[in-house]
């Protein structure tokens, strides 16, 4: 199956995009596609390089990066919501590429199920 | 790894469930700019308000105290925008004491059973 993901929360307030993370590794896992990851409101926070959590926690922005990389997944920030968050692309991690909301609304209409992480 | 994905022709029922009220988030604010750029692509979209989210189509909101910009105007442009229908929950209007005349824009009353039937019709829900 070709899943669409839409992540709505930052990496540290709430548990949303660590679930996505886990599941987009299982559904590779079990051999379905991950089309495009687009992240949305505070998720845009899931991509920035500054943030720098304690050595013994789990760095979202940086396992994100390493899994679009290790499976070729399209990583998309929305702009709009960025931009008001201060995210750009000075600070933007290895493996996020910032573009438009047409990418979400795009990927509703080419992926099978889109799921929507967030509250 | 940026692509293109092939969409040509097709033609998905999105549907957008509004549950937020209006200024506390900004989830409200950014579903607006959602569907806005959604009517871009020629889909089949309707919107929902539900629970407190019925609060963003509310007349007279007055922002200026909470140092917020009203947007409940951008609703009326919706009808530009080809969004097919707008619905409001029946159990949530009456909840809040609100009814059609209260609202900023035209709207097709549900009860919670035919949105939760609504929704079943759907290829794609945003929903916040």
């Known amino acids: 199956m070709k899943f669409g993901i839409q992540v709505n929360e930052g990496p540290f307030t709430h548990q949303a995009s660590d679930s996505a993370y886990h599941f987009v590794k299982a559904a590779i896992e079990k051999g379905h596609e991950v089309m495009r990851v687009f992240f949305y409101y505070d998720g845009v926070n899931n991509a920035n390089k500054l943030s720098a959590p304690q050595a013994d926690d789990r760095n979202l922005v940086k396992m994100w990066g390493e899994l679009a990389a290790e499976h070729n997944i399209d990583l998309v920030v929305c702009v709009a919501a960025a931009l008001r968050r201060g995210i750009k692309d000075e600070i933007l991690a290895e493996g996020f590429r910032i573009s438009g909301l047409g990418q979400l609304i795009e990927l509703g209409m080419a992926a099978d199920r889109t799921l929507v992480f967030g509250d | ?128």
Request: no cysteine.
């Open chain 2, 1 to 128: 790894m940026e692509e293109d994905f092939d969409t040509a022709g097709v033609k998905k029922k999105f549907m957008f469930v509004n549950s937020k009220a209006p200024y506390g988030t900004i989830y409200a604010l950014e579903v607006l700019e959602m569907i806005m750029i959604s009517a871009a692509f020629e889909q089949h979209a309707v919107i929902a308000f539900i629970d407190d989210g019925v609060f963003q189509i509310k007349k007279d909101q007055e922002t200026s105290g909470v140092n917020m910009k009203n947007f409940s105007p951008t609703y009326r442009a919706l009808e530009g925008y080809e969004v097919e229908k707008v619905y409001a929950e029946k159990e949530s209007l009456e909840a809040r004491g609100l009814s059609e005349e209260d609202l900023v824009i035209p709207v097709e009353i549900l009860s919670a059973a035919e949105i939760s039937e609504l929704m079943d019709t759907q290829d794609m829900i945003v929903s916040f």
